[in-house]
Structure formats: structure tokens, C-alpha cells
DNA sequence: GTTAGCACTCGCTCGCAATGAGTGCTAACA
DNA sequence: TGTTAGCACTCATTGCGAGCGAGTGCTAAC
């Protein structure tokens, strides 16, 4: 048995009518809506089909169908029923670059004007940061034990964290600091120079002498290089959507948000384009009954961060693609600095 | 009627039964757990009295009794039962420095470390900072077009922003300009500085000429200074209370957090030691039944944040109240460099 | 002032019947 | 052979009333 057109077009309507309405579809109201003229027993005996298919799914005997992963999965890649006209893309466009500038702000900023946009639950992906190639490195005086050091990298990007130095350090010796270790060490990775650091601290010499605890400053490198680093934003927008109004359910959640390091792996499978992932595809129990949509942005040149929305599976998919594709191009353009 | 020495005890261990158990205390219950070696007839006649002087409220006729705002004020002011032993005050120390070191620090996580420790929603207030007082300026290189204005205060915060600059200068051109810029500016507040921006971007004299997007940086450095900012953490914890187990209760409490405004009007009124606000004193209706422990920290001289959890009334009071000055103490160590 | 006793209140739970939306099946029809 | 009307059947949901029990207020005795 193959699903033909009509089945198709019923299916779809039983799917756009769910996400709607979030009540089981019946029969009768669906030979009315689907355009297809044809009498409900028909309707019943080729939704009796798709069930058996599994694309359909009763709730018990007398309730009407509710779509499966497996619809959501088969309307999303086969049917492009309506996105968003020109006019709302452009609003929700000015809205997002609005708020989201530089890098800084995507950090800061990007999760939460996505979930406010979309009105589900948003990630950020901050690329991984530990290959960027290394400009320049500037040492810059906070207080009289105290400097700021920071890395501009070829993206752009700036790793700055403070660090403890010896206090007999002025603001022109940090300078010059600076400028020997924007000699010594340009060209080479955020890694490379962190085990360079690790080297210091180790053997002690003139450099690690001058510097106060480098060791401690590598391993703060290590850690917010080498991991990729998530934002959430919105995750109260779940409470919105009567699927959770169940508090043990809405909290199961919230706790797989919590969960950075698994939300960090569903996040590094995004690819080029947009990525819809439906209930059991994104492999988090908690998110069973969810959908991800991702998209990639770039950050200067080839390293990727990736932005998400998550929410109950029956989601206007064609829209929240569309809004997540516009979000990936003007993340891409504000964040790629003209070289 | 007053509150006799009888009363305060029975009271107080209603406070406490119910802190624990979430359910109206009864007269029988009470009679063996307040230590008073009176019958539950005697007790119920005290809570009478309690009830009609406002201490006590019943749901129901044939329910027990659910202590009311003006019973916990009385709880908290005149009553200063077990809080945490040194042993566990240690270890929520140890967690928390380890999570908070500096000012970025405490902006970035300083909210989420709070309300791990302490399972309930946690607020920062970041210190308005528009009165620090500049010590220097750097500008660093990014790209061929945009520099990092660093600009470092008494206090050692940083404020650091990204802006377009002229493609022809380069890094040592910029480092004059720094320090052309600390020279002339140092000492003045970050007000100052800023209204010494737009000066020059109105009257585009040399420097004007030099710097592009100088009227962005003055607003942004205004947006970023002069309002405080506040930070929220572990709002999902609201769902572990029974009192918030109605996802319509959740939401409002929820929605309450992204009012930032009303959040730090809140958290300003802040005073120097722990403050505790009940119920309706904390002037925002879906706090009507949470309470506020408030504390204050310092950043380097003078200039005061402040931290905050939020919570259902039924609060273990002196435990939070420890808990929440051991955070104020940690912080404002933690930030204070010395000169 | 305290306590035992007792009638009373009222929220909560459980079982039961009525309701109604929706189904599957069958037989007739085009 | 596909479509449709008709009909018996299923089952979640709602409303209702009885029974339960925790807890109270009051009264009378200590």
C-alpha cells in the first residue's frame, strides 16, 4: 500500500488541522475541510490506511487521529505548504538585527530575541573557538595586580579574561608584554598557545616569572575554547503550549535544558541548512514530544555556531523554517567582519 | 490581645510545620509537636485568637490553619530559629567561589550559581556604573575596520565594546589614540565621558574624524551604564513548589522575571544588611505569594549590587538568610582588587 | 485556665449514569 | 471497484450524590 495523492493531501490536512487545534482530528469535520468532496466514511476508510501505515495514531478507539512522528517527518520533507509572506519576514528581520549586532550580543542576546520572535524555546551554538588562529595578544592594566589580557583572533573574535600579574608591571611594560607575546605566538591556534602557556607554567622561565598565574589562565582558556558553549532563552515559552501544562512534564523539560552537554551534541549535528529533527530524532528523552528546528550561522571565516528552536512537535514547521533561515543569514552577515 | 510568650511559640512552630509540609496545621498535630505539654483544645483556642488577629488564616472551616504574611513578618523579625551550622555554610562557599571570581563573572553565572544553591529564583543587579570613574582607554585592532574600545574604571570593571574605526589606522596608531584618550579623559565618570562623546560626534572636529560610529558608542556605552541591569537564574526551580504545580501560576510568576524593570526597582530598595520583603511587600502582584531575601554586594569602592531570590512565602527563612549573606560576603570580596 | 467530649462543617474521593464524539462494519449504490 | 448512508459500539468526559475524615467551635466539667 502507497500513500497516494489523496492520501497525502488527507494527511496533510489531519496534520496543518492538529497543529491548529491540538485535539484529535475526526472524520467528518476533516471531509469538510480538506477540499476533497468526498463523504466522511471515505475519509474513515483512508484514515483506517494511514493508521495502519503508521502515520496516524489514535488516542483510544472513539477519538478521532493524531498525526505521528512519522507524519510530522513525512509533511515537512514532502509538503511545502505555506511559510511566511515577504511582509512578516521583514518585520520579524528588523526586529532580530534589532538586538543582535556583533558576537558579543549573540552570546548575550541571540537566544532570547529568538524565543521572543518565535515564541518557542531557542539555543545557541557559540562555535567552537579553540582553532581560531591567533592576531594579536594585548595586556592591558586593571589594577596594580591585575591586567586584562586579551586575544583577537582572525575571526575577530576576542578572547579577554583577567589575569593576576606582578605588581611592579606598569601600563607601558604590558605593553611591550603584549606586543613580544603578539610576536612570538601570531599565526598560531587558541590550543596552541594555551599549551604554549601550560609550557611556561611549567618550566618556570623569565616569561612565567613575569606573568602570575598562567597556569590558571590556560585551563580558563581550555575551558571556554575548548567546549562549544550554549545559550538558552525562552524556556518559560513552553509553559505556553497546553502539551505541557502538566508541571512534571514541563519540568522534565526545563531539566533537559539544563543538560548543556547533551544539548551541545543534538547542536553539532546541524548541517548547512535548515535542520528539522521530529520527537525521537533528536535523541533527548525529554524532547520526545518535541520538534528542533536548527540552522547554522557563520562566524567569520568556515567556523560554525549553530541556533535552534525547540517545541511541541505539532509546530508551524513551513513558518518557524522560514524564521530560522532568516535568523542564519543575518547572524552570517552581522557577524562577518570585513577583513 | 497580645502576642504572649504562649502564642510566639505556638506560632512560630505552625510557621515551621508548615514550611515543611505544605498543608494547614491542626490542633492535634500541633498539640505534640510545640513542645508545650498543653491539649489541642488549648491550642485550638489560641489559634483562634491568632486567626482573628491576623497571624492565621483557614482555607476552609474544618481545615487547620495556614499562617498569613504578617505571621511570617513576625516570624522573621522576631524569631531567629536554626539557620545552617558552619559545615554546610563552608560548602555552599566553597561551590560559590568556585563559580564566581570577577565581575564577568558574576554577571555571567553569578544568577544560576545562586539559584543552584539555593533551589529557588535567583536575581542579580549589577551596580549602575555610569558614576565610575575612568582610569584609562585602549584600543585594540580587530579587523581592518573595527577596534575594542576597553575602558578600564576605579572600581577595575570593564566595560569593553566593539566599533567601526578608520581602515588606516593601525595598531600602533590606535595605541596612541588610547592613550591620547586616557590622557584626556582620565578621571572624569563614564557620564562624562560618554557626553564627551556625543560632543564629538556633533561637532566632528579631529578626533571625530579619526574614530567612526562614535555617537553608537556613546549610546551604547549609555544603555549599557546608566540603567542597572538585572539577571536572572534558575527561574524553572518555581516548578519544584507545590504552590506553582498550576502551569497558569507558573506562567504569570515566569512572566513577572521578564519585567525587568519592575525586578530592579525591586532589588534598588535594597538596604545594607539581609533584607527579607513578604508577600504584597514586595509590590509586584505575582509575587504576592513569594518572598524576597535580599543582599547587597560591593564592587570596588562604593558602588552596590544586588542579589536576590525569590520564592513561595513557605521559605526556610533563616537557612536562606545565611545563606544569602555568605553570597554577599563572597562577592564582594571576590570583587574588591586591591589598589 | 485547661481539658474532654461532641456536634458540625466541608473539601476530597469514589462510583455510577448520562452524554456525545468518533469509529468500524455492512450493505446498498454508481 | 470505489463511494456512501446507516447503525451498533466504544470510551473519555462530565455531573452528581454518598461516604469519609480531618479539623473546628462550643460547652461543661475539672
Redesign the interface.
Known sequence: MDVDARKLRILQAIVEDYILSNTPVGSRTLSKTCGLGVSSATIRNEMADLTEMGYLVQPHVSAGRVPSAKAYRLYVTQLRPRGMDEQEIERARKAFSGRVR?I?SVISQGASAISDLTHYTALVLTPRQSDLKVR?L?L???????A?L?I?TDS?V?R?T?IRVSSRLD?SAL?TIGQMLTHRMQGLTLRQVREMLYGYAANSDADARVLGGIADLAAQMEKQTESDRVMVGG??NI??YPE????TT??AF??A??DKSSLISLLRRTENGIGVMIGAETGIEAFRDCSVITAPYRVGRGHTGAIAIVGPTRMPYARMMDMMSMFSQELTGALS???
Chains 1, 2 share one sequence.
Open positions: 556583533d558579543e594579536s594585548h592591558i592594566p586593571v589594577a596594580s595586580d591585575r586584562l586579551v583577537v575577530g576576542i579577554d583577567s601600563a605593553y524556556a518559560h509553559l505556553y505541557y501544562a502538566d508541571v514541563a519540568r526545563m531539566n535544558l539544563e567582519y570585513k577583513e
